[in-house]
T-cell receptor, first 116, second 118 residues
Framework: AQKITQTQPGMFVQEKEAVTLDCTYD???????LFWYKQPSSGEMIFLIY??????QNATEGRYSLNFQKARKSANLVISASQLGDSAMYFC?????????????FGTGTKLQVIP | GAVVSQHPSWVICKSGTSVKIECRSL??????MFWYRQFPKQSLMLMAT?????????EQGVEKDKFLINHASLTLSTLTVTSAHPEDSSFYIC??????????????FGDGTRLSIL
């Protein structure tokens, strides 16, 4: 079974509008972390936001917020006031903390295109 | 903040050549580093976990003799693609986490290496 599922291969959003990128995960580990990374066409992975499994509040970082619904095992990324520079691939990832090396598993990604 | 440096950023070489890629943590110690491979328009696939002072842990389906990993110090891990062939052409990216800091610290990634085998 996939540990991280991103069901949207591609998304379009109008500039200045908000957009939600979906992510669901699967783990039996009680302690885990969820991440979102942005990968522009140049290839580097840019960390955006983190949510820990025990965090009570949804994480926010500037225009990024994470809609964490633990019972549903979802961790959707919300980008407010989209900008042209937001066009990129976005990856949801999970780190399971009980394993020895705490490796991170990535979803298949969502390609976001912001339209002027 | 924590930074991971990866070198080289781009390699073009002939089939049969061995290629070494370096991954350095610049301002923190990383007992564990991770090596990923990414094909065009696909996700990052974990190849192996590099452990300082011990053997790397490879993911299922990854050839140990093909992708040699050495993690000789707390700040450096190397991936050597031995006798590379065109099918090894890909984007290779490393990451590390500063385990001395809080658990919410993300893995920091190098900028990746684009490997093209002719």
């Amino acid at each position: 079974a996939q540990k991280i599922t991103q069901t949207q291969p591609g998304m379009f959003v109008q500039e200045k509008e908000a957009v939600t990128l979906d992510c669901t995960y699967d783990t039996s580990d009680p302690s885990y972390g969820l991440f979102w990374y942005k990968q522009p066409s140049s290839g580097e992975m840019i960390f955006l936001i983190y949510q820990g499994s025990y965090d009570q509040q949804n994480a926010t970082e500037g225009r990024y917020s994470l809609n964490f619904q633990k019972a549903r095992k979802s961790a959707n990324l919300v980008i407010s006031a989209s900008q042209l520079g937001d066009s990129a691939m976005y990856f949801c990832a999970m780190r399971e903390d009980s394993g020895g090396y705490q490796k991170v598993t990535f979803g298949t990604g969502t390609k976001l295109q912001v339209i002027p | 903040g924590a930074v991971v440096s990866q070198h080289p950023s781009w390699v073009i070489c002939k089939s049969g050549t061995s290629v070494k890629i370096e991954c350095r943590s610049l301002d923190f110690q990383a007992t564990t580093m991770f090596w990923y491979r990414q094909f065009p328009k696909q996700s990052l696939m974990l190849m192996a976990t590099s452990n300082e002072g011990s053997k790397a842990t490879y993911e299922q389906g990854v050839e140990k003799d093909k992708f040699l990993i050495n993690h000789a110090s707390l700040t450096l891990s190397t991936l050597t693609v031995t006798s590379a062939h065109p099918e090894d052409s890909s984007f290779y990216i490393c990451s590390a986490r500063d385990v001395a800091r809080y658990s919410n610290q993300p893995q920091h990634f190098g900028d990746g290496t684009r490997l093209s085998i002719l």
